[in-house]
């Protein structure tokens, strides 16, 4: 007996049904016990063994629990008793509860439950082992549930039920295009999980029959409500927020993001008219239906076309099930045995004493006292009936644990089994991995080479840069110098007219002192002309009174004889002899006055004509020193042109011989040019010859604008040594004969150019300066560009006509002989193959032929365009003369032909091996979208001259749809026979352990990394060789006429 309590004790028991109540407890004690029992009732009862759906009270029970615990601690410590693992029902159901509680119980049921993350994902690898019935289900969902998990916790914005407004939504991405690109990717994979587990029930079920109506069936299909309710959503968000990402970013970097969402649209589309048509679905919820076509996010305005679906759950009416909650206290552990008084006394309490039914109570029947004997006989009695109970109770205890031990006999025989089998498996896999890993080998060994490869080009590369940066800094320097050397003429511009000026400031002070001093002097002769004048005057008037005064002498003299007769007269003489000595000392004192006077004014006017002396000589002296300085000026002027004009011309030198080394360089070889751009150069550096022997012209005639000479003698520098780079740069896309031809042009054309700025350095030799030699050397490399031009631009008008012609005609023949060989090919098929393979072979050469027809077509609606455009526009030349002036668009024409033919025939080629199983489905699509982009080319170069009303036009923009969708058809029914094939490989984990399976799990990511790496490789080079492609075309074609070439 103790061996087989032993037993029991060993083998894990169900959860129990009671919960029994401590005696001391408060009432909050006592109503969280009373809680804990209603769960755990509610929580049994939901969470089963029995293949039926679950009942939406006790899932709703579960859900207030949440809500008035806040949390859900309560049902995970139920549900950790439970034996998930060992039954795949019990865990179905268990998932669908799970579901509910994350959608519409309390928010922090996420939070709580991820402390059990890493259990549901053991778990979920566990019935990942079975690959049928509920194991697999159970997996796919456990996997989802995880992934709804993951994404509210690094969402946290989001409700459980994933009901947002748009507010919200926007509020979500936090107004980051970046989060909105993480975002979208993190729904894409939420409903990818959502739809693998509609996809999965669905192909569970046999849906020949009405399995919507059994109890099975209907136990798979309940969880898909809540999955439905979540894609609804899922799609909703998904539309809105990929529309939200196309305003702000290109719709190529989108590409992906539109694949994805196309493919699971087109999933969803199907399983919600699945959904719709089942019996089960149409009383439980109304299921929407997404229209009939995609939105497009390429159009803004489709936004307002979209309609969010909406899930409509009708009210729920009452059930016949339903039945009432049953008191946790009147519950019976019928897992524990129970002893008899307990049982004895739970009976009487439910259905009243026992006394009037026992036949052993003789006391009840005859009414009789006991005695001693009768109460032993009935202890007795009740102790055998106890010990035959137990007996029981053990026997049923040791048989079920006989069958446990069975199973699990029969568990380890079948592990041991599995073992054997993943021994072998393993073996296999083994050499397996080693093919693989010398595979690996080899391919680590091209990506070094292309490793090397790509630091060598890198290496090329930054010295280009290098010699490009230098020359950068030598431009600048010399545009800098050029700048000084301006702001030094104007300088000296400035002072020579202010020493001009000043010169004239001279002049006219000088002017207008001579004009003073011939006034003063002026002033001065009047006066003392006027002086003069007034002294002989006064003297006139002396020598008067003195002859009177010698006239009275002589009358006294003679008079006196007379005696008194005359003495008054001789009084009256006297008197006036007096008057007039008085008078006369007057006149003498007035006279010498004036004398002093003039003295005074004469001594004045020497005094005034000595400063002016003065004067004159300070400001002839500050004339002299002017013309002196303004000389000086004049010849530090002309040094400084001579300068500049020098410096202008060793920088050319130093441009040309730069030129010059570079083309020695051996990293110049890289370097690529087109003939048309070195024509175009040599044009230019001839034009500026011309300039430059004019500027120099004039500049002999009269140094002193420097200043054209100057731009000319830099632009000949800069452009006869680009010439000398473009012409070493298209040698290198020539033949060898005119290669060398071109180089030996270049260099005489480079020593030309020295020769002629050495003899410009020289003041003697400016003006003998010859550039007919260095023009002869241009317009040589000129003709030799003309030779090497693209053969189109040559061609004469006949030629190119009928080349138009051929170009079309053999276009119209690869195709014809490209449908034939598809038809041969699909006879072939049809003979050889059956089955899948000979299905995915007719489906796809008959897309291929198809697509031939189109392209026939095409081809056809773009000769009669064509010929429209010729008979519209040639006026009275004829076609070819049309063709001859339209040369640029004629070689659009034959090129996009050549594309379109060459294209059809490495289609048939790869449709060829892929027939024969020898070739790679993804030749064939990247084929396909070639031809695609062809045509596209030969209908933009066919319309380019088109009237937009044209009747032809339509056709051929109808036969450019036509080829775009048999080119979808191509591209659809490869992936949809490479899909068909690779089914056939399914693999098959079922025979694997959880450490297999865990190491093939980290092989597998390891190789995602690599495969990821190399992807990203593969796509740097994808973009290299068509910018490669694009200047090898470019140079072929003659493209860019006005542009810079590539080296």
Not at 73 to 81: L, P, S
Not at 210 to 215: L, M
Not at 436 to 441: A, G
Not at 460 to 470: L, M
Request: hydrophobic share 35%; glycine share 4%; charged share 25%.
């Amino acid at each position: 007996m103790d061996r087989v309590k032993s037993s029991m004790q060993q083998v894990p028991n169900a959860i129990p049904k009671v919960i029994r109540r401590t005696g001391g407890a408060n009432s909050l004690e006592l109503e969280k016990e009373s809680f804990e029992r209603g769960q755990a009732v509610s929580i049994n009862k939901a969470i089963n063994t029995q293949e039926v759906a679950v009942k939406e009270k006790h899932a709703r029970t579960c859900i207030l629990g949440t809500h008035h615990e806040k949390g859900a601690h309560t049902f995970w410590a139920a549900v950790n008793r439970l034996p998930l693992s060992s039954n795949a029902v019990l865990c179905w159901k268990f998932c669908h509860v799970f579901h509910k509680l994350l959608r519409d119980g309390h928010p922090n049921v996420i939070k709580d439950s991820m402390r059990n993350k890493a259990d549901l994902t053991d778990m979920s690898r566990m019935w990942g082992h079975l690959s049928e019935g509920y194991g697999k289900l159970c997996s796919i969902y456990l996997k989802l549930l995880i992934t709804k998990m993951e994404f509210h916790i690094k969402n946290p914005r989001f409700p459980g039920n994933l009901q947002m407004s748009n507010r919200q939504l926007d509020e979500a991405g936090e107004n980051d295009v970046n989060n909105f690109f993480q975002l979208t990717v993190e729904m894409f994979d939420y409903l990818e999980c959502e739809l693998n587990l509609f996809l999965s029930v669905f192909s569970s079920l046999d849906m020949s029959r009405s399995v919507s109506v059994t109890a099975a069936g209907q136990c798979r299909l309940a969880p898909l409500i809540q999955v439905i309710l979540d894609c609804s959503h899922l799609y909703d968000y998904t539309v809105k927020l990929l529309f939200k990402l196309h305003s702000c970013l290109p719709a190529d970097t989108l590409q992906g993001h539109r694949d994805r969402f196309q493919e699971q649209f087109k999933k969803l589309k199907s399983l919600f008219y699945r959904s719709s048509n089942l019996q089960y679905f149409k009383r439980l919820i109304q299921i929407p239906q997404l229209p009939e076509n995609p939105p497009n996010f390429l159009r803004a305005s489709a936004l307002s076309e979209h309609i969010s679906p909406v899930v409509v759950i009708p009210a729920e009416s009452s059930s016949p099930e339903s039945e009432h909650m049953v008191e946790t206290d009147d519950l019976v552990d019928t897992d524990v045995p129970s002893l008899p008084a307990a049982v004895e006394t739970k009976f009487d309490d439910l259905f009243g004493t026992s006394a009037a039914i026992d036949p052993f109570n003789f006391n009840s029947q005859n009414g009789m006292r006991k005695d001693d004997k009768d109460r032993l006989i009935e202890q007795l009695t009740r102790e055998i009936q106890a010990l035959k109970d137990e007996l029981e109770s053990f026997r049923v205890e040791s048989g079920r644990l006989c069958q446990v031990l069975r199973g699990r006999v029969s568990e380890l025989e079948a592990e041991l089994a599995e073992q054997s089998h993943l021994r072998l498996q393993a073996l296999g896999e083994s050499e397996f991995l080693k093919a693989e890993l010398d595979d690996l080998r080899r391919v680590r060994e091209d990506t070094e080479k292309e490793q090397r490869s790509l630091t060598e080009i890198e290496r090329k590369a930054q010295a280009n840069e290098q010699r490009y940066t230098k020359l950068k800094e030598k431009y600048t320097e010399l545009v800098q110098s050029h700048a000084d050397l301006l702001r030094k003429n104007a300088e000296v511009t400035r002072q020579m007219t202010v020493a001009q000026t000043a010169q004239d400031e001279v002049e006219v002070v000088r002017k207008e002192m001579q004009e003073k001093v011939k006034a003063a002097q002026e002033s001065a002769d009047r006066q003392e002309k006027n002086q003069l004048e007034q002294l002989l005057e006064l003297q006139r008037e002396l020598v008067s009174s003195r002859t009177e005064l010698d006239s009275l002498k002589t009358t006294m003299a003679s008079s006196q004889q007379s005696s008194e007769a005359l003495s008054t007269q001789l009084a009256t003489l006297q008197s006036e002899k007096a008057e007039l000595v008085q008078s006369l000392s007057k006149v003498e004192v007035e006279l010498v006055a004036q004398g002093e006077e003039l003295e005074r004014v004469q001594s004045s006017l020497a005094t005034e004509r000595e400063s002016g002396v003065k004067t004159a000589e300070a400001l002839q002296n500050q004339l002299n020193e002017k013309e002196s300085r303004e000389q000086a000026l004049e010849s530090q002027l002309v040094a400084a042109r001579w300068s500049s004009l020098q410096g202008a011309v060793e920088e050319a030198e130093k441009i040309i011989q730069d030129s010059l080394a570079q083309i020695q360089d051996p990293a110049h070889i890289s370097c690529t040019s087109s003939a048309d751009y070195l024509a175009s150069r040599c044009q230019a550096s001839l034009e500026c010859m011309d300039r430059l022997h004019s500027a120099s012209g004039a500049f002999t005639a009269d140094n002193t604008d420097v200043s054209e000479l100057l731009r000319v003698v830099t632009q000949c520098g800069h452009l006869v040594g680009d010439t000398i780079v473009q012409g070493s740069a298209t040698s290198h896309m020539v033949p060898v004969e005119q290669a060398d031809a071109l180089s030996e042009s270049v260099k005489a054309c480079g020593a030309e150019a020295l020769a002629l700025l050495g003899q410009m350095k020289q003041r003697d030799s400016l003006a003998a300066a010859d550039n007919s030699k260095l023009k002869a050397a241009l317009e040589a490399i000129l003709a030799t560009a003309e030779k090497l031009r693209p053969r189109g631009l040559e061609l004469q008008q006949g030629e190119l006509g009928d080349l138009v012609e051929q170009e079309m005609a053999a276009t119209s023949a690869a195709v014809e002989s490209a449908a034939a060989r598809i038809e041969e090919m699909l006879n072939k098929s049809r003979a050889v193959d059956t089955g899948i393979k000979m299905e995915v072979n007719e489906r796809i050469l008959a897309s291929c032929t198809e697509l031939m027809q189109a392209i026939k077509e095409l081809v056809l609606s773009s000769k009669h365009l064509q010929r429209d455009i010729v008979e519209s526009g040639r006026g009275a030349a004829s076609m070819k003369e049309f063709y001859a002036k339209n040369s640029r668009w004629t070689e659009g024409l034959i090129s996009a032909s050549k594309a379109v033919g060459w294209g059809a025939t490495v289609m048939v080629d790869a449709a060829d091996l892929v027939v024969q199983g020898k070739g790679k489905f993804e030749e064939l699509m990247v084929c396909s979208h070639e031809i695609a982009a062809s045509t596209a080319q030969l209908v933009a170069a066919s319309k380019v001259k088109a009237d937009k009303d044209s009747t032809n036009l339509q056709r051929l923009q109808q036969a450019s749809r036509g080829v775009t969708q048999a080119t979808a058809a191509v591209v659809a029914s490869t992936k949809s026979g490479k899909s068909q094939i690779e089914e056939k490989d399914t693999m098959d984990f079922s025979s694997m352990t959880l450490t297999q399976i865990k190491r093939q799990e980290m092989d597998a990511q390891v190789l995602v990394l690599e495969l990821e790496t190399r992807l990203q490789k593969e796509r740097e080079r994808l973009g290299e060789l068509r910018k490669k492609h694009y200047e090898l075309a470019g140079v072929a074609e003659g493209w860019g006429e006005g542009g810079e070439g590539t080296g």
